[in-house]
């Protein structure tokens, strides 16, 4: 698929169908995400995926009550989880020289993760970026270090219908020229 063909299309799927997906397609979504760029290269981003039942039912437990992705983390035949390791991106020589401070981790963790997202889409699968979850109670269920930040999560498989386009603000909107205001 074209790459901005897969930028338009993608969209976030939270109904999924039970089959499973061939440890090719999930090895072939993390290279796509190995391959982002990060801060110096430093390349601190971490990926747990989880594909038993009762653990992506305890992960789905900490989606927020409301969160509409809920059933999907325990659908889908396969979560990924990803996380940071803290104190490299944003930092040269152990100091943090931005006014970002340590957050860099979080965009070098974003922008593994809409790799992660278009490849799969390219590949005929099915994401959704999870954000709003318990980080605590996920790092606990699976065992994540100190020292390490859960960040965002997806379910990984099959789209079980197409879903619906969202809008996007226009152009003229987001876009200043020259200067701000
Ligand atoms: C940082 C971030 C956090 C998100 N968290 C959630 C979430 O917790 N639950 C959910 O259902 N969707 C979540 N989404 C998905 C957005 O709602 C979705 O991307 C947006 O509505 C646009 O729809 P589209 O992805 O189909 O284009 C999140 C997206 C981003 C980028």
Redesign the pocket.
């Known amino acids: 698929m074209e790459v901005s063909e897969a930028i338009k299309t ?5 109904h999924y169908k039970p089959d499973c997906v061939p440890e090719e397609k999930i090895n072939a979504v993390l290279e796509a995400a190995r391959w982002a760029p990060s801060w110096k290269n430093t390349q601190c981003r971490r990926f747990v995926t989880v594909q038993d039942e009762e653990k992506k039912a305890k992960l789905a437990e900490t ?2 009550s409301w ?4 059933s ?1 983390i325990k659908e889908a035949p396969v979560v990924i989880v990803a996380c940071a390791e803290l104190g490299q991106s944003g930092f040269i020589d152990g100091k943090s020289i931005t006014d970002k401070g340590s957050w860099w981790y979080m965009f070098d963790v ?1 922008l593994a993760t ?1 790799n992660l ?1 278009l490849a799969a889409h390219s590949l005929g699968l099915g994401t ?6 318990d980080a605590q109670k996920v790092a606990q269920i699976l065992h994540v270090p100190q020292g390490v930040d859960v960040v ?1 999560m997806t379910p990984l498989g099959y789209p079980e219908k197409e ?4 809008s ?1 603000k226009e152009l003229s909107e987001l876009v200043f020229r020259e200067s701000y205001s």
């Open positions: 993608r969209r976030s799927i939270r989606l927020t969160n509409p992705a809920r999907a974003a809409q997202a959704v970026h999870v954000g709003a979850f965002v879903a619906k386009a969202s996007r």
